[in-house]
């Protein structure tokens, strides 16, 4: 093999060792930044992510599905009726209309909880959701009972 002005001319050998190591370094420099933006991400995430891989269900993971399954009810069946008054969407009714079920309202602990999402339409029709549920462990700050009616006990 010779050289053909200032250019080597290849052979079909494969790769040179130089080669070989540079393209192991990039790759291994590589893997250390995914491991590290991943461990980045887990705890900007924190208990959202944990709860997601492990699945936990924690009171915190209730009161988001109780908001999205209230938006969701919202878009589909209420949406144009909203004024400018707050509406309250029982957990009963999301059940109902099959947007949750029972399971989504209990805790890997096993305690079941109950709940209603409050609704406010702004003039620029923007929603706000705010979900409060009550349990025998824990309940949402300025959850009202008189909200949801009577509580079985």
């Not at 540079?22 to 709860?51: P, R």
């Not at 009171?59 to 909203?82: D, F, K, V």
Request: hydrophobic share 40%; with cysteine; charged share 20%.
């Amino acid at each position: 093999m010779g050289l053909v002005g200032d250019y080597m001319i290849l052979n079909n050998h494969g790769w040179s060792l130089q080669q070989m190591i540079l393209c192991c370094a990039i790759i291994l420099i590589a893997f250390f930044f995914v491991i590290f933006f991943s461990m980045q991400l887990m705890n900007t995430f924190g208990e959202t992510f944990k709860e997601s891989v492990t699945g936990n269900v924690t009171y915190a993971t209730i009161e988001r599905n109780l908001e999205q399954g209230a938006r969701a009810y919202i878009n589909e069946y209420y949406m144009q009726e909203i004024g400018r008054g707050t509406i309250t969407i029982l957990k009963e009714n999301l059940i109902y209309y099959d947007i949750l079920n029972e399971n989504d309202f209990v805790t890997t602990e096993k305690d079941v909880c109950d709940g209603y999402a409050l609704v406010r339409k702004y003039s620029d029709n923007t929603l706000k959701v705010e979900p409060y549920i009550t349990c025998s462990h824990y309940i949402t700050k300025d959850f009202q009972e008189w909200r949801i009616g009577e509580i079985n006990e």
